[in-house]
């Protein structure tokens, strides 16, 4: 409370400060990353196959091995909305929880969809508008990515289709607002518009919908119309590209203040937001600097920490090319006892690969943990966080509780990813009881892994 | 989308340019304010009257004729986590509305409850807690101030029961999800905890609440409790003092880039938000600079432009002091078609005294205008506005669309209150069409003044 709580928190850039470029680590990897196969051929995926759903400059960016890429300025005056971000340093959390290891966090939930996805989709919806496509087709569970895509197509002046998982389309009835606000069309999937869609109806009319799905009724489209491109919210190398603006503005704010991080946490799901606050430190780290980063993913759905590194397809329906990357299998769901989203059966094949060359720890939290010091985040910092974030907050609090009983102290930093504000009612769940640990059964995963494509 | 877009459109300060002093008009105002009169001795309310509800420091700044007045370094401590909030240029907006005005709007929505409140929630905690006192009462309809306060009370360790209006209480979950998680105690109002609610129950087992009954309940409360105060989150001088950082900060901003607002814009319901960010700026007026200010109400609670300046009771059961200010008579109900907050009938006795004596301007706005030019300003510049905030939004752009047909060209300024990602279904009604523009007939309203008190 005294002289040593005022000092300052919060530690802003200016707009002048925001990368123009960003960072790809595929430039300095020691090891190639494993290519893409086509589903249909059993070939690596082509240029040409991808035009189908990218524009060429995202395909470019998905195949490169240039350090740094251009931000367009176009891209950058969007971004600058509400960019450069705070890093803030979370005093009273440290306090409430009786720790001397500092505890930073970057604070991407003043996005206009209140997460880190518009940093992505701000670039794809530019790169397919100056390829003369108006409009894009994409699928959302919770809402985060769809919102994020929504935002960025209206600003963008594109028309954009929503395939939302009807289950959410019904229990989250405002993450659809807003993306009506946006003039987004919000399709509950399984829909009419596709034969992924129909099929599924036929066979289940009361289905309710899985991310799987919706991805075919969106890929299919956009495969299916010339006028209309796919875009996608994480896992691909130039999503995980697009989101390096976050570690990026992170290291220019440590150097403001001459200090470090010893170890990065971020949540995990299709790994974008992990990759985009740790592969600009990862670079250091390849430079010989001694950093830590840590994946953190739900015990629910432990796909780096218990699954295993593969081809894999990245929807249910098949559709998509066949990656490597830590999978548990492209039919695994979590159960439905699990909050939040982080619930993607794979992960990002850059993060995969980093993980796989020892580059990178990985971590599984369970939701008593997550809910419990989200919970003391919000009320100590006055910040609701997401669910996925919270996932980060967790592994940082349980990190600097275990430097305490070590007697040391470090410099921890995490992404807080987005707000909780769409999402109170898995905090109500857990305040009513209703939500328990689960940790996945290695003999279902080990089942669900038996159906890997024979590559 | 050239060079003149990537200047910078964002004005942040730094920790230490948080204020820390609040600025008290009543050391300024030209003539002095008329005294509140207690509803039982007919007389001025006195300091110890007063003693049952509020802290002494309190009561004293409601009666403070001092210019400046400290702010308590634990206030500034809870303050810094989320001040100061930027002052941002809606650059993107001007562009769409075709105007040539400048149009900067302060956004006070990064706060832990998502608005201006808690710049008072804080202040009035932290005097009851430094007077023993560990429990406040208070009421709240859509649930911003409710919000507020359980945030302050959890800050410091405080116990915190809100009386919510039933009908938002079954309608708006997600507010009182909010609330739980910093653990305050919710109770629908009406309740059996108090005479007010008994009696209305009742009459009326169905009652589907208002804010005056639970204004009503709150006070009984804190009335009837040694160990418990009462908190209000608007109206009283000492809600519109803790709000003057809101513009204290804004000159400091306007200074670092060389401008000045030529006219400011903030809704008022009970003037707080208005107070907070003009008075500051009417200290310059009455030093002779030439600025004008414009307090922003809905057509369907039209306070100042409808209503009359004279003696009310502040809540429906008569339980609060008597104030001098523009009012609507104490039983007036906006419609039902009303949407948003701003539904209080009476007004700020400060700001009611500076519109009564020529220092600010009134405007009412209808709903249409308030939501089309809200939307707009989302897809504009990303952020969703509360819809109170947009009413502020929508006359600031009504003027600067006035200001193009004349051909001269200002500098707007306009306090963005508050977010609206609690409010989306507000939203939906507009986009359903559900919402029609409603002027409240002058005859109903002289109906409601007739019930004013005799003082």
């Not at 802003?12 to 430039?27: G, H, Q, R, S, T």
Request: glycine share 8%; charged share 25%.
């Amino acid at each position: 409370m005294g002289k040593n709580t005022r000092s300052s928190s919060k530690i802003f850039l200016n707009e002048k400060d925001i990368p123009n470029k960003w960072y790809n680590i595929m430039a300095d990897l020691p090891t190639p990353m494993d290519p893409p196969i086509s589903p249909f051929t059993g070939n690596s995926v082509t240029f040409d196959e991808m035009k189908a759903l990218f524009p060429p400059q995202l395909i470019e960016q998905e195949m490169s091995g240039e350090r740094w890429i251009d931000i367009p300025d176009k891209v950058m005056e969007l971004l600058s909305l509400w960019r450069p971000t705070p890093l803030i340093r979370a005093k009273r959390f440290e306090k409430a929880l009786g720790v001397k290891s500092k505890i930073y966090f970057k604070y991407e939930g003043t996005s206009p969809a209140g997460s880190h996805k518009p940093n992505t989709a701000i670039a794809q919806a530019y790169y397919n508008k100056i390829n003369g496509i108006n409009r894009l087709t994409t699928e959302t569970g919770a809402g985060q990515w769809g919102s994020a895509l929504s935002v960025a197509c209206k600003m963008l002046d594109m028309q954009c289709r929503v395939y939302m998982v009807k289950v959410s389309y019904n229990q989250k009835p405002y993450r659809k607002s807003f993306m009506r606000m946006f003039d987004a069309e919000v399709i509950p999937s399984p829909s009419e518009y596709t034969n992924a869609g129909r099929d599924m109806l036929k066979r289940n009319p009361n289905s309710n919908g899985s991310l799987g799905l919706a991805i075919s009724e969106a890929v299919e489209e956009a495969v299916g119309r010339k006028d209309t491109n796919y875009a996608l919210g994480s896992v691909l190398n130039h999503v995980v590209l697009h989101q390096t603006v976050i570690g990026l503005e992170t290291q220019k704010q440590f150097d403001l203040i001459g200090e470090y991080p010893d170890k990065i946490f971020a949540c995990s799901g299709g790994g974008s937001n992990f990759g985009g606050i740790a592969t600009p430190f990862l670079k250091e780290k390849l430079d010989g600097r001694d950093i830590e980063a840590v994946a953190v993913e739900p015990a629910s759905c432990p796909t780096l920490t218990k699954g295993e590194f593969a081809y894999d397809y990245g929807d249910v329906a098949k559709l998509t090319p066949i990656m490597k990357m830590y999978t548990l299998g492209h039919d695994f769901e979590p159960p439905a006892i699990h909050a939040g989203g982080l619930r993607y059966h794979g992960e990002s094949p850059i993060v995969s690969h980093l993980y796989k060359n020892g580059l990178i720890d990985a971590q599984n939290v369970h939701q008593s943990d997550i809910f419990r010091y989200g919970i003391l985040f919000a009320q100590t910092e006055g910040i609701v966080p997401a669910p996925e974030s919270a996932h980060a907050i967790a592994a940082t609090a349980l990190e600097a509780e275990k430097n305490r009983e070590e007697g040391i102290e470090k410099t921890l930093l995490f992404c807080l990813s987005g707000h909780g504000f769409f999402d109170m009612s898995a905090y109500d769940a857990y305040l009513d009881g209703k939500l328990e640990d689960y940790e996945y059964p290695e003999q279902e995963i080990k089942k669900s892994l038996d159906h890997l494509p024979k590559v």
